[in-house]
């Protein structure tokens, strides 16, 4: 099939991080995958939740939100706390950042991830966690480079990107309107050791192959390493590749 803006079936959209685009923030990026846009911003607090307290380890959370003409027409402002859709894309960011992290060597602090949608195109949760990552690694340098923490203690990189079904074709980082159409549905985030932190997926209407799995989770694995490969020219750091 002919995708709407031209691309092959296995090709990202044009993707772009600007890190440090905040004053105050301890690490901030934006992130712009297509017409999608996020504003990523890392907080980073003495303390930990109770469950944590005397523990010597960190944590690390996230919240979302989308402003109001981030999409076609105006969505209200979620005013009395986040709805569940908002919550599972908060939960699913915190998942995969901490994933990245040694805890233990991050010391009793909390470091608040706050992604903020700008402009929605489809994909926002995955560009969030690619753009968040850019946003941690330079809130963690500020912490090295202070004294604050005698190296970094980051594992891994991660990032995320969308996959799905639309007319049978197994489609990579889908617009809005590839999403809404798509008879299958992904998100899949991975570390550059190329291991998996989460998939998520559904049918939307029927059922998918086991072979049709299998090439989602290869196109994926195809798209974000293209994504760590940006990740790492922004952060100046050298390249790794997924096979390696």
């Known amino acids: 099939m002919t995708r709407t803006d031209g691309r092959l079936h296995d090709q990202l959209r044009p993707t772009s991080i600007r890190p440090d685009v905040l004053m105050f923030a301890e690490g901030s990026a934006t992130i712009e995958t297509g ?10 607090e003495d303390g930990v939740p109770p469950f944590l307290r005397d523990s010597g380890q960190g944590w690390i959370t996230s919240e979302y939100s989308m402003l109001p003409r981030a999409t076609l027409t105006r969505t209200s402002r979620e005013r009395s706390g986040p709805k569940g859709r908002t919550q599972e894309i908060q939960r699913l960011i915190g998942r ?16 608040t991830i706050d992604c903020d949608v700008i402009q929605a195109d489809g994909g926002t949760r995955t560009a969030s966690i690619t753009g968040a990552y850019v946003a941690l690694h330079r809130a963690l340098s500020g912490l090295v480079d202070d004294n604050l923490l005698p190296d970094l203690p980051l594992k891994h990189a991660v990032a995320s990107t969308s996959v799905g079904v639309v007319d049978g074709e197994v489609l990579l980082d889908l617009n809005y309107e590839e999403d ?12 550059d050791l190329g291991e998996f932190v989460e998939v998520q997926g559904t049918a939307e209407d029927g059922s998918f192959s086991r072979e049709t799995l299998d090439e989602i989770l290869s196109i994926a694995s195809k798209g974000i390493e293209e994504l760590f490969e940006i990740q ?13």
């Open 35 to 44: 017409q999608t846009q996020v504003l990523c911003a890392v907080s980073v």
């Open 96 to 111: 995969s950042l901490r994933a990245a992290v040694d805890l233990d060597k991050l010391g009793e602090r909390t470091i």
């Open 180 to 191: 809404s159409q798509a008879e299958v549905d992904f998100n899949v985030v991975m570390t």
């Open 232 to 244: 790492q020219r922004v952060l100046g750091l050298g390249t790794r590749s997924l096979s390696d």
